[in-house]
């Protein structure tokens, strides 16, 4: 079946630290490939998104993410976490269209990051 | 600019009751999106609108749940005759356009609490 896993609950990383937060998605071809990040009362903020290219993505508040193929992962990293990072972390997918019309988002059930003084 | 907003941010109902969620999604976006989350179970995609038109609600769990959109702007999702296992957090995104390159931009939820 069609999904989107990201294998960690919860995850904690002490401040300053690095961090990567894994998601494998099982589809017949590439999708494209998001990252949402949730924080306490609001609502999901996009971080970076893949849709083909350079395998290695750059996204907002210092978060990176790479595309590897040969093991259909797209693996969320921060070189240093910050204590405002703490929150709720999605991967999510978009089977590749073939036109121009709508695909919905399939998310992973999500990771919780906690950050620790 | 004012991004999605969602009324209420909470409500609670008693089981059998009916409920009305509201979201105003950001001006100018013709695509609007509701979604589902619940505790433990990811996001769950409901239906889409291009417009005022609907058609995609293969996500709608039961035919208790129903959705419109009038002036192809703001959205109620209704449910009907509630249920303990409808309580979850209801979210709802809009973007320009209807292709996947359109960035989806999210409310801050309506949190459901069906006694």
């Known amino acids: 079946a069609q999904s989107v896993t990201q294998p960690d609950i919860h995850i904690t990383v002490s401040e300053g630290a690095s961090l990567e937060l894994r998601c494998n998605y099982s589809y017949g071809a590439t999708p494209y490939l998001f990252w949402y990040v949730q924080s306490p009362g609001q609502g999901l903020q996009l971080l970076l998104k893949y849709f083909s290219g350079d395998t290695l993505v750059q996204g907002i508040k210092g978060f990176e993410a790479e595309f590897k193929r040969s093991q259909s992962s797209f693996n969320l990293r921060k070189p240093s976490v910050h204590w405002s990072d703490a929150a709720e972390y999605f991967c999510?997918?978009?089977?590749?269209?073939?036109?121009?019309?709508?695909?919905?988002?399939?998310f992973g059930t999500g990771t919780r990051l906690l950050v620790s003084p | 600019g004012a991004g999605v907003s969602q009324s209420p941010s909470n409500k609670v109902t008693e089981k059998g009751k009916d409920v009305e969620l509201r979201c105003d999604p950001i001006?100018?976006?013709?695509?609007l999106y509701w979604y589902r989350q619940s505790l433990g179970q990811g996001l769950e995609f409901l239906i889409y609108?291009?417009?005022?038109?609907?058609?995609?609600k293969s996500g709608l769990p039961s035919d208790r749940f129903s959705a419109e959109r009038t002036g192809g702007s703001v959205s109620t999702l209704t449910i009907q005759r509630t249920q303990q296992e409808d309580s979850a957090v209801y979210l709802c995104?809009?973007?320009?356009?209807?292709?996947?390159?359109?960035?989806?931009?999210f409310g801050p939820g309506t949190r459901l609490t069906v006694l």
């Open positions: 001006s100018g976006h013709t695509a």
């Open positions: 995104a809009s973007s320009e356009g209807q292709s996947s390159y359109n960035e989806q931009f």
């Open positions: 999510a997918v978009v089977l590749r269209p073939r036109n121009t019309g709508f695909q919905k988002l399939v």
């Open positions: 609108f291009q417009g005022n038109s609907a058609p995609d």
